[in-house]
């Protein structure tokens, strides 16, 4: 079982009842939710002076936008190469020299595709 989120309006309430004097207890069972959600909610609210969620981690993105949009206008301009060609013609582009997969590339190509019939 993981963590269930609660929504931002109901972690404000939280804090409301705390500034109210509320207990934990009191306050978990006004909000329908856990004791340590409540705790926790009033620790991130004293130490962040908010209750907004915190940005997740995760791998840098290997390409930049212009670069994307390059490897865009060679794939529209080249529908026929695979993503084999693709990928290296777009490594004679790049200005960060950092290896790009085939697999980046056809992420990007397919992310394009959704983009596009929007």
Same mark, same amino acid.
């Given at each position: 079982? /993981?963590?269930? #989120? =609660?929504? @931002?309006?109901?972690?404000? %309430? =939280?804090?409301?009842?705390?500034?109210?004097?509320?207990?934990?207890?009191?306050?978990? +069972?006004?909000?329908?939710?856990?004791? /340590?959600?409540?705790?926790?909610? =009033?620790?991130?609210?004293?130490?962040?002076?908010?209750?907004?969620?915190?940005?997740?981690?995760? #791998?840098? #993105?290997? +390409?930049?936008?212009?670069?994307? &949009?390059? !490897?865009? &206008?060679?794939?529209?301009?080249?529908?026929?190469?695979?993503?084999? &060609? !693709?990928? /290296?013609?777009?490594? @004679?582009?790049? +200005?960060? &020299? $950092?290896?790009? /997969?085939? $697999?980046?590339?056809?992420?990007?190509?397919?992310?394009? #595709?959704?983009?596009? %019939?929007?």
């Amino acid at each position: 079982m /993981g963590r269930k #989120r =609660i929504e @931002t309006q109901v972690k404000w %309430q =939280i804090v409301a009842y705390y500034k109210l004097n509320y207990h934990p207890n009191q306050i978990a +069972s006004l909000c329908n939710c856990s004791r /340590g959600c409540v705790v926790n909610t =009033i620790r991130n609210w004293k130490e962040n002076g908010g209750v907004g969620d915190k940005s997740r981690s995760g #791998r840098p #993105r290997v +390409s930049t936008e212009k670069e994307d &949009k390059t !490897l865009f &206008k060679l794939a529209r301009n080249n529908p026929r190469w695979s993503v084999r &060609k !693709l990928t /290296g013609e777009w490594r @004679t582009y790049q +200005s960060s &020299k $950092s290896s790009i /997969g085939r $697999s980046t590339v056809n992420r990007r190509l397919l992310d394009f #595709r959704k983009f596009a %019939q929007i």
